[in-house]
């Protein structure tokens, strides 16, 4: 039977690239695979959307196909199919129904009211499809935690690290095109322009899930609920991706995370503390001490400039003269200020999905003249814009409320560190959109997250007795729930 679809799939794809040419061929051919996959193996729709939504790939892969004007992109089918497979097969007890239900409804009224507005229908599913990605893939998350397929998830999530590392290593050195973003690991400076940097900053479809990854790789280390040996598989590649993004974001999660980490393990001892503290700040530091030992050696040459871009852009980019300089920085002030200001016209229930809350600027046809003014890095202001202050509370609930549990059960190691990466995310999305960024994996990673978060803190509301941790298994790290 197998073989007579794959045979039909085939002959088919070789028709539609004949009749139609490759890019309505590749959409056609994916949506009948997803309905196939639906059919025979649903499940495999959550590992689908892991490989290709969640990893870096090479810019021959694509991470969407245009359709007319309209971009779809790939992992769109299969989190779609998954959502419909977890909502069949997996039961979803009423106090995360609320959750997301509040969330959908929040969708609904933002998209009614950019239409009854009569705002630009294209802008009104951009501003609104961010949000729809991060739900689905919470939605998914939140079904299957505790259950095989949520260990199966984990290992794909290494494998996705391991591939995406490798293949941003490869085009930082060869510098061939990755899909997503790539440009100059320096800053632009209005009294100088732009900076000059041997180093690239790759952010990709991994960059966010590393980060998220990371965060909660650091916190179970300081709070002592890992070990290294177990750790090291995910915390390698998502540390080393967060450190090819260059992104001053990233490392203030990190940072968040681990504060939080040591303030919700109040067991802790101060020595505790201060030893896995130095153990993850003086690892870099003997990188960087070995990096400078290097130089003329086979690859020290690129490594060198690696980290002096990283203390370029990074480092260098959180002194205060700097920010006050970085046009990147001054734009995203003089945006919030717009943002308030259309805050400030409808503040309980926001201007809905499609509205510009500020003129275009710049050259005709630029970002900041066209999507720019639909697009806010603020995600918090950004939401009081579209949905209000209401809108806000929602999404407050939703992702906030999960974390809070993690202070009434110190003991409970996924959700102590699962809560401490939420919150180096709420503090990160306050300069950088990641719920929003469904074309560059931030929502399918940030809606994972929420989902993991919620469930993990549903089974605290449902059975005290019930300890969720991050425990061996096969060398690598797996969600289980044992009852003591």
């Known amino acids: 039977m197998y073989g007579a679809i794959i045979a039909g799939i085939s002959a088919l794809s070789i028709a539609l690239i004949l009749v139609f040419g490759p890019v309505i061929a590749a959409v056609t051919v994916l949506g009948i695979c997803g309905l196939t996959l639906m059919a025979l193996r649903p499940s495999w729709s959550l590992y689908a959307?892991?490989?290709?939504?969640?990893?870096?790939?090479?810019?021959?892969?694509?991470?969407?196909?245009?359709?007319?004007?309209?971009?779809?992109?790939?992992?769109?089918?299969?989190?779609?199919?998954?959502?419909?497979?977890?909502?069949?097969?997996?039961?979803?007890?009423?106090?995360?129904?609320?959750?997301?239900?509040?969330v959908a409804l929040l969708l609904l009224c933002a998209t009614l009211t950019g239409v009854a507005q009569q705002h630009p229908t294209l802008e009104i599913i951009g501003d609104g499809r961010g949000l729809l990605a991060t739900l689905l893939a919470a939605f998914v998350a939140s079904r299957v935690y505790g259950t095989p397929h949520a260990n199966i998830s984990l290992k794909l999530i290494r494998i996705s690290l391991w591939v995406s590392l490798a293949v941003t290593i490869a085009a930082s050195v060869l510098k061939f095109p990755v899909a997503g973003r790539s440009e100059a690991a320096a800053l632009f400076l209005s009294s100088s322009g732009a900076g000059s940097s041997e180093g690239t900053r790759y952010l990709t479809s991994a960059s966010q899930l590393a980060v998220l990854v990371a965060s909660v790789g650091i916190a179970l280390l300081i709070s002592n609920r890992t070990t290294i040996r177990q750790a090291a598989p995910y915390l390698i590649p998502s540390l080393a991706l967060s450190f090819l993004s260059f992104s001053r974001n990233s490392f203030l999660a990190l940072l968040v995370a681990a504060i939080f980490a040591i303030i919700a393990a109040r067991a802790l001892s101060s020595l505790t503390v201060i030893a896995k503290l130095s153990l993850v700040i003086g690892f870099p530091v003997l990188i960087l001490v070995l990096a400078h030992a290097s130089v003329g050696l086979p690859g020290g040459d690129y490594v060198i400039a690696q980290l002096n871009a990283f203390s370029t852009r990074v480092l260098g980019g959180l002194d205060t003269s700097t920010l006050a300089d970085d046009t990147?920085?001054?734009?995203?002030?003089?945006?919030?200020?717009?943002?308030?200001?259309?805050?400030?016209?409808?503040?309980?229930?926001?201007?809905?999905?499609?509205?510009?809350?500020?003129?275009?600027?710049?050259?005709?046809?630029?970002?900041?003249?066209?999507?720019?003014?639909?697009?806010?890095?603020?995600?918090?202001?950004?939401?009081?814009?579209?949905?209000?202050?209401?809108?806000?509370?929602?999404?407050?609930?939703?992702?906030?409320?999960?974390?809070?549990?993690?202070?009434?059960?110190?003991?409970?190691?996924?959700?102590?560190?699962?809560?401490?990466?939420?919150?180096?995310?709420?503090?990160?999305?306050?300069?950088?959109?990641?719920?929003?960024?469904?074309?560059?994996?931030?929502?399918?990673?940030?809606?994972?997250?929420?989902?993991?978060?919620?469930?993990?803190?549903?089974?605290?509301?449902?059975?005290?007795?019930?300890?969720?941790?991050?425990?061996?298994?096969?060398?690598?790290?797996?969600?289980?729930?044992?009852?003591?």
């Open 49 to 102: 959307t892991i490989a290709v939504g969640l990893t870096a790939f090479p810019a021959v892969i694509p991470y969407s196909v245009q359709i007319g004007s309209t971009t779809v992109f790939l992992f769109e089918p299969f989190l779609i199919v998954a959502a419909i497979w977890s909502l069949l097969t997996h039961p979803h007890p009423k106090v995360s129904r609320f959750r997301f239900t509040g």
């Open 328 to 484: 990147s920085a001054i734009a995203r002030v003089n945006e919030d200020s717009y943002l308030v200001a259309a805050i400030a016209e409808s503040p309980v229930t926001g201007h809905g999905f499609g509205f510009a809350y500020r003129p275009p600027s710049g050259p005709p046809g630029s970002f900041s003249a066209t999507k720019g003014q639909y697009y806010g890095h603020n995600f918090y202001l950004w939401i009081m814009v579209k949905a209000g202050l209401l809108g806000l509370a929602v999404f407050l609930y939703f992702a906030l409320s999960p974390t809070l549990q993690s202070f009434k059960q110190p003991k409970n190691d996924v959700l102590l560190g699962l809560a401490a990466a939420n919150a180096g995310l709420l503090v990160a999305i306050a300069f950088a959109p990641f719920p929003n960024d469904v074309g560059n994996g931030g929502s399918l990673a940030v809606g994972t997250l929420f989902g993991l978060l919620i469930a993990a803190a549903r089974r605290n509301e449902e059975s005290p007795a019930t300890d969720l941790r991050l425990a061996p298994a096969s060398n690598s790290l797996s969600i289980n729930s044992t009852t003591e």
